[in-house]
């Protein structure tokens, strides 16, 4: 048995130095799993702080208040949350346009503003940015549509007019009335726009159908 001693520490060395082999390959590592990262959303960094989640928040306030709210037929496909359709950016023109608001505590409109009644919007290429303008007497806004990573929804980010202006403030100006919400298409050359209502817990949805013209 002595004689065999260095036999067999000599296979036990061999077995080492394979096992360590086995398990430290030669070459470079295998390269990491890649990390997608998603595009930017340019919007965010724009954004006040009070609407920064409006594309998270929106569509569960937006489903919500539909819900409750048991349209008529001629406003089932503009109330219905889950008609979004691809490809939401407008074509620049004219629209006719109108203002649903939904919410128990819904403000009514201003004297001689009838929510409801149709008027005339505009969607304007300002360099490579939409601009929409919605004239609806309840609640005249402008500002700017911007992407997201949602194929179906754009951001609104714009102001309500002032008292006397017929233009609105930039957003986020000092002084301006800033609003926030989701722009979607819901049919052919027809979109809504859902921005938070004038009161706690409403919201505001404007129609908007192309228009040849403006009358």
């Given at each position: 048995?002595?004689?065999?001693?260095?036999?067999?520490?000599?296979?036990?060395a061999s077995a080492a130095v394979a096992a360590c082999q086995q398990a430290?390959?030669?070459?470079?590592?295998?390269?990491?799993?890649?990390?997608?990262?998603?595009?930017?959303e340019s919007w965010r960094s724009v954004a006040l702080p009070q609407h920064?989640?409006?594309?998270?928040?929106?569509?569960?306030?937006?489903?919500?208040?539909?819900?409750?709210?048991?349209?008529?037929?001629?406003?089932?496909?503009?109330?219905?949350?889950?008609?979004?359709?691809?490809?939401?950016?407008?074509?620049?023109?004219?629209?006719?346009?109108?203002?649903?608001?939904?919410?128990?505590?819904?403000?009514?409109?201003?004297?001689?503003?009838?929510?409801?009644?149709?008027?005339?919007?505009?969607?304007?290429?300002?360099?490579?940015?939409?601009?929409?303008?919605?004239?609806?007497?309840?609640?005249?806004?402008?500002?700017?549509?911007?992407?997201?990573?949602?194929?179906?929804?754009?951001?609104?980010?714009?102001?309500?007019?002032?008292?006397?202006?017929?233009?609105?403030?930039?957003?986020?100006?000092?002084?301006?009335?800033s609003t926030a919400g989701l722009f979607e298409r819901i049919g052919d050359?027809?979109?809504?726009?859902?921005?938070?209502?004038?009161?706690?817990?409403?919201?505001?949805?404007?129609?908007?159908?192309?228009?040849?013209?403006?009358?």
């Amino acid at each position: 048995m002595s004689r065999n001693r260095p036999l067999f520490a000599l296979a036990l060395a061999s077995a080492a130095v394979a096992a360590c082999q086995q398990a430290r390959p030669e070459g470079p590592p295998p390269p990491r799993p890649a990390v997608v990262l998603e595009a930017s959303e340019s919007w965010r960094s724009v954004a006040l702080p009070q609407h920064a989640g409006v594309s998270e928040d929106m569509p569960g306030l937006f489903r919500q208040l539909a819900g409750a709210a048991r349209p008529a037929a001629p406003d089932r496909e503009l109330l219905d949350p889950n008609l979004v359709l691809p490809r939401a950016a407008p074509s620049p023109g004219p629209y006719r346009c109108r203002i649903v608001r939904l919410g128990p505590a819904a403000a009514p409109p201003p004297r001689g503003r009838r929510a409801g009644r149709d008027s005339f919007c505009f969607v304007t290429l300002v360099g490579d940015r939409l601009s929409l303008t919605l004239e609806t007497a309840a609640r005249p806004l402008g500002g700017y549509l911007w992407e997201t990573n949602h194929p179906g929804r754009l951001v609104f980010l714009g102001a309500e007019f002032g008292p006397r202006g017929r233009t609105a403030p930039p957003y986020g100006e000092p002084g301006a009335i800033s609003t926030a919400g989701l722009f979607e298409r819901i049919g052919d050359f027809r979109y809504r726009l859902v921005v938070r209502g004038p009161r706690q817990g409403t919201a505001d949805v404007y129609e908007l159908i192309a228009a040849p013209s403006p009358r």
